[in-house]
């Protein structure tokens, strides 16, 4: 008997198959389970659907920095280019201004010969040089 009781304590919770009460529990946790395992399934559906998602998202914001990359750096360069061309053409301003200015001196000297007086030539680029006191 004791031997018995013993095996009860042990194996109580194990559903035997005999009588109606274990086959009763056993269909009762077998319909649990299945319930369990079908919200489980629908999770992970749900879950790998969301991955689908982010990943395509991924993609999409990946080719779209690689474009912005490359549309600024194209901007940037163009702007370098642009900034060379306009100090180029300054640069060459400058230097037509500085020739006119020889010119006009030369001119002027001409002009006081014949009794004109020349106009007064243009200041260099920067304004004029500073006066000592």
Same mark, same amino acid.
């Given at each position: 008997?004791?031997?018995?009781?013993?095996?009860?304590?042990?194996?109580?919770?194990?559903? %035997?198959?005999?009588?109606?009460?274990? +086959?009763?529990?056993?269909?009762? @946790?077998?319909?649990?389970?299945?319930?369990?395992?079908a +919200?489980?399934?629908?999770?992970?559906? &749900?879950?790998?659907?969301?991955?689908?998602?982010?990943?395509?998202?991924?993609? $999409?914001?990946?080719?779209?920095?690689? %474009?912005? +990359?490359?549309?600024?750096?194209?901007?940037?360069? &163009?702007? /370098?280019?642009?900034?060379? $061309?306009?100090?180029?053409?300054?640069?060459?301003? $400058?230097? /037509?201004?500085?020739?006119?200015?020889?010119?006009? @001196? @030369?001119?002027?000297?001409?002009?006081?010969?014949?009794?004109?007086?020349?106009?007064?030539?243009?200041?260099?680029?920067?304004?004029?040089p500073? %006066?000592?006191?």
């Amino acid at each position: 008997m004791e031997e018995e009781d013993e095996h009860d304590v042990l194996y109580g919770d194990i559903v %035997t198959r005999h009588g109606d009460d274990g +086959t009763e529990s056993m269909r009762i @946790a077998f319909d649990q389970m299945q319930k369990r395992e079908a +919200t489980h399934l629908r999770r992970i559906e &749900t879950l790998e659907d969301r991955v689908r998602d982010v990943e395509e998202e991924n993609a $999409r914001l990946k080719k779209e920095n690689e %474009t912005i +990359t490359k549309n600024i750096s194209s901007l940037y360069d &163009t702007a /370098k280019r642009e900034l060379k $061309r306009k100090d180029e053409m300054l640069m060459e301003e $400058r230097m /037509k201004s500085h020739g006119s200015i020889g010119k006009v @001196a @030369a001119s002027g000297k001409q002009q006081r010969r014949a009794g004109q007086n020349p106009p007064p030539p243009k200041p260099p680029p920067g304004g004029p040089p500073p %006066t000592k006191k």
